[in-house]
């Protein structure tokens, strides 16, 4: 069974930082996309970041202030989030794709979910 457990969610203070993880299980997702999205309160899921082998792509609203990563060894993904904004505040969930194909921005593409783990940003 494939699990995603992400870890690293809390609140911050505007301007802060926090790093999120993602620890795959019962799967390697080494040759295949993971990414990140989030949902805020009351909103649709939207993109954040994704990543396979060394491309990455991101969110306009957050380019250049998020970093994702991965380490294949680990089977984990991170994403640095820096100097964040009470816009950011929402459920991050980690997602990994089933295939080499699709369009990495949208959650289609991605058929393993964790269960998410909630971003506070205080203004």
């Known amino acids: 069974q494939v699990q995603l457990v992400e870890s690293g969610g809390g609140l911050v203070q505007a301007g802060g930082s926090l790093r999120l993880s993602c620890t795959a299980s019962?799967?390697?997702?080494?040759?295949?996309?993971m990414g990140w999205f989030r949902q805020a309160s009351g909103k649709e899921r939207e993109f954040v970041a994704a990543?396979?082998?060394?491309?990455?792509f991101y969110a306009d609203s957050v380019k250049g202030r998020f970093t994702i990563s991965r380490d294949n060894a680990k089977n984990t993904v991170y994403l640095q989030m820096n100097s964040l904004k009470p816009e950011d505040t929402a459920v991050y969930y980690c997602?990994?794709?089933?295939?080499?194909?699709?369009?990495?921005?949208?959650?289609?593409?991605?058929?393993?979910w964790g269960q998410g783990t909630q971003v506070t940003v205080s203004s």
């Open positions: 990543t396979r082998w060394s491309s990455t």
């Open positions: 019962g799967r390697t997702f080494v040759r295949y996309a």
């Open positions: 997602a990994g794709a089933t295939g080499g194909g699709g369009n990495y921005y949208f959650p289609s593409t991605y058929g393993h």
